[in-house]
């Protein structure tokens, strides 16, 4: 099967500047994570969809990070404006678990921001 | 809220030797358990999990792990260690009931000298 698809794979912004990032997860999978992996550290939870409805965003910086996943399937996460602290690696993961259980998660490939 | 410990930050060992990375978590309910792989330069990927049933789980690779309740401990152990298990290992953890929010414990990169 084709896996966690994200784009970019790098991107290089000036603080203060707005990026987006893209996720198309495995077809089928209802629940989709954003993750933020700051260099020596475990992936954070940024936030969490079920289906087009989000179930988690307690972690997510909303005065400046914004995500949506509208038709339930491929996500998008904005940073407005980002700061060097955003620098990070941003995982997008899919899992076809729903309710009480979890299958574990498949991760894309990620996308490297770097703030300067 | 959940919250997972790795106790080792950097792992350095020869080939052939045996491997054990720590693991523990904190939460008061059942719990699934997760380790992932990150191989440099790649993506996060899934080593094994741990629903219910048997404690001593064996994952890809040759990787195996057990879950101890009373220790709310989920080491990985590996008996023998290649130059290619070079990687950076999380264990996560989620509550089995509800919705599924994982927490990673924040790594431990393994290095294997040849």
């Known amino acids: 099967e084709a896996g966690v698809a994200q784009s970019p794979r790098y991107k290089i912004i000036e603080k203060r500047q707005s990026v987006a ?48 996943r509208l038709k339930g399937v491929d996500s998008t996460l904005k940073i407005q ?14 899992s076809e678990g729903t309710g009480r259980k979890v299958y574990g998660y498949t991760f894309g490939s ?7 | 809220a959940q919250s ?13 030797a045996s491997l054990e990375l720590g693991c523990n978590y904190s939460y008061g309910g059942t719990v699934n358990l997760f380790w992932y792989v990150q191989y440099p330069g790649q ?10 049933g048997d404690p001593l789980v064996k994952g890809i690779k040759g990787f195996e792990a057990e879950f101890i309740k009373s220790k ?13 298990d070079t990687a950076e290992y999380f264990c996560a953890v989620t509550p089995s009931g509800g919705y599924q929010k994982v927490t990673f414990g924040t790594g431990t990169k393994l290095q294997v000298i040849p």
């Open chain 1, 21 to 68: 990032f893209w996720c198309n997860p495995i077809s089928g999978h209802a629940t989709l994570y954003w993750y933020q992996q700051i260099l020596g550290q475990g992936p954070k939870l940024l936030i969490q969809f079920q289906n087009n409805g989000v179930v988690d965003d307690s972690q997510l910086p909303k005065d400046r990070f914004s995500a949506e």
């Open chain 2, 72 to 84: 709310f401990s989920f080491n990985l152990r590996k008996p023998s260690v290649q130059w290619s």
């Open chain 2, 4 to 16: 997972v410990s790795q106790h080792n930050h950097h792992v350095i060992l020869s080939e052939a």
């Open chain 1, 110 to 116: 990620g996308t490297r921001l770097t703030v300067v």
């Open chain 2, 43 to 52: 993506h996060l990927q899934l080593l094994l999990k741990y629903f219910s």
């Open chain 1, 81 to 94: 404006p980002a700061k060097l602290e955003d620098s990070a690696v941003y995982l997008c993961a899919s």
